[in-house]
């Protein structure tokens, strides 16, 4: 039981480029959501899945797509690459309603050149 | 939408003394309020939550209190010891799959 796996760890990317970060819960669980973590800026909801199926913007949705692939991956891509993109990036995944924390990935350090 | 303010941003403390952090909200529709801390370079994780039924919730060292009224809910830490040093966030969501949002964090040194 891996609890929420995000890959990749880090990654360079030059400006324009683009990459997809991807998110897998192995809980079941239906929520899924993706932040985004600068310093001094907490973290900021990009865009989150409330079941497979449906996806809906965050607070900083601009420049971001996300899929959810099914009830296990949600993914979010970032199809032209600006160096304000430069951040740490969180998935997470809560649990049912007897058990609603969120779990988080371990992160990905994406920095754009 | 839902809008989370945190304070202070920093906090320094003296081992043993008691932590206290305040967030606020504002969506009222708001019913559920997780408390994550967050060590350098690792994921942020829960430490203690608290449903709007519910006004205090206390764990070890660890409480939560929450005021409906007023919407302001507070993390409170006891016998605060240098492994507590971290990142704390807090957050509140409407309901069961909408929008967990967070506060900008506190950043909490114990000094021993």
């Known amino acids: 039981n891996a609890g929420v796996t995000q890959t990749p760890k880090f990654q360079v990317l030059k400006t324009g480029q683009s990459m997809t970060l991807q998110c897998a819960q192995d809980?079941?669980?239906?929520?899924m959501y993706w932040y985004r973590q600068d310093p001094g800026m907490g973290l900021r909801l990009i865009y989150y899945?409330?079941?497979?199926?449906?996806?809906d913007k965050g607070e900083v949705p601009n420049g971001y797509n996300v899929s959810r692939l099914n009830k296990r991956e949600f993914s979010l891509r970032l199809e032209s690459a600006a160096p304000s993109q430069t951040s740490v990036y969180f998935c997470?995944?809560?649990?049912?309603?007897?058990?609603?924390?969120?779990?988080f990935g371990q992160g990905t350090r994406l920095t754009v050149v | 939408g839902e809008n989370v303010e945190q304070h202070p941003s920093t906090l320094s403390v003296q081992e043993g003394d008691s932590a206290v952090i305040k967030c606020t909200y504002s969506?009222?529709?708001?019913?559920?309020f997780p408390w994550y801390k967050q060590e350098l370079g690792k994921r942020p994780q829960l430490i203690i939550d608290?449903?709007?039924?519910?006004g205090e919730k206390k764990d070890q060292r660890i409480a939560v209190t929450l005021n409906k009224t007023a919407k302001h809910f507070s993390l409170h830490i006891t016998e605060t010891q240098p492994e507590d040093s971290a990142v704390y966030f807090c957050?509140?969501?409407?309901?069961?799959?909408?929008?967990?949002?967070f506060g900008a964090g506190t950043i909490l040194r114990v000094k021993s």
């Open positions: 997470a995944s809560p649990g049912h309603l007897t058990q609603s924390e969120a779990f």
């Open positions: 809980m079941n669980h239906n929520s």
């Open positions: 899945s409330a079941s497979e199926g449906t996806t």
């Open positions: 969506d009222s529709a708001s019913n559920y």
């Open positions: 608290i449903r709007s039924n519910v």
């Open positions: 957050a509140a969501r409407m309901e069961y799959g909408n929008k967990l949002v």
